[in-house]
DNA sequence: CAATATACCTGGATGC
DNA sequence: TGCATCCAGGTATATT
């Protein structure tokens, strides 16, 4: 499900809910995650603390409490964390519940259950939020996204442009629907090298992310299969896809059949007209 | 370092 | 209706 865009929907809609309420009991499924759920940190470090707010760094959740203790969470690929009357029936693949002073719980529902449940208790978080931050890429909405810092990065790395953005450690929050439509929106073969493109082409890579992550966040993210925000409504931006799942229709910019090919075990989608690859570049 | 394969899981769509 | 197969928004690890 939840690339950067439906992350900070989730984020935003889960905020306005829960910011300066107390978390009064935790309760845990059985099963596993990406890792096991930290049943004792959740209960010695998180049950009886106060949200203090929550934010978002590349595709993780950092819920923090007033202790200073801070509750990590990844959606990974069919994750949501949703906010709802504590009088709600459980649902199948609930993993989490953060039940509220107010009656409500935060639950986190992953059926494939690729997501993730930290706890860094405040002792240690300051020193493991750098750890963690300094392994995640460059925020795409952060100041940081300049084209001179990604010349500087594709410098010694002739990899695929689709596979760079992607690349958690390089870019943060990016994954296959958003590349898809950033290298359509930014007319960009998805296939060529990094360290060949321009400065031109780098600028024009940041500023349709920007726009197209922005304009999916506006939308409420992208509702593939089952996403949905805190409050339980989708999304709309896979309205607005021009390139992702478009196989053999046509290119709204010029016509052409959309090509779907595979990068890295990805399903990858480009215009063979608008995004013309260089002469070298063997056209997938 | 780069590219690929594999693994972790469930469920929906598709085809026979 | 049943069953097999493929595919899916992510990430970590091993292997070449």
Not at 49 to 73: C, F, H, N, P, W
Not at 165 to 179: D, E, F, H, K, Q
Not at 253 to 268: P, W
Request: aromatic share 6%.
């Amino acid at each position: 499900m939840p690339e950067l865009p439906e992350v900070e929907v989730t984020r935003r809609g889960l905020l306005a809910q829960v910011a300066g309420r107390t978390v009064v009991h935790v309760v845990a499924g059985k099963q596993r995650l990406r890792g096991e759920i930290p049943r004792r940190l959740l209960r010695e470090h998180v049950a009886g603390q106060e949200i203090q707010t929550i934010d978002r760094r590349a595709k993780y959740l950092l819920l923090r409490l007033t202790s200073g203790t801070i509750l990590v969470m990844h959606l990974g690929m069919t994750g949501k964390l949703g906010l709802m009357q504590r009088s709600i029936p459980p649902h199948k693949h609930d993993h989490l519940v953060l039940q509220l002073d107010n009656g409500m719980d935060i639950r986190f529902n992953d059926s494939r259950r690729f997501g993730s449940i930290v706890v860094w208790p405040a002792e240690h978080a300051a020193l493991q939020e750098t750890a963690f931050s300094s392994r995640e890429g460059i925020e795409p909405l952060g100041d940081a996204f300049t084209a001179d810092h990604l010349l500087n990065l594709a410098r010694n790395r002739r990899i695929p442009i689709k596979s760079f953005l992607m690349n958690s450690r390089l870019v943060a929050g990016i994954g296959n629907i958003y590349a898809n439509e950033i290298l359509f929106a930014a007319r960009i073969h998805p296939l060529r090298p990094v360290h060949r493109l321009t400065q031109k082409e780098w600028r024009r890579i940041i500023r349709e992310s920007r726009r197209i992550l922005l304009l999916a966040i506006e939308a409420g993210g992208s509702t593939i299969s089952d996403f949905l925000g805190a409050s339980g409504h989708p999304g709309y931006f896979q309205l607005q896809l021009q390139a992702y799942g478009r196989k053999t229709l046509p290119c709204l910019r010029c016509g052409q059949e959309i090509v779907r090919s595979t990068l890295a075990g990805r399903a990858t989608y480009h215009c063979p007209a608008c995004q013309q690859a260089d002469d070298d570049t063997t056209i997938a």
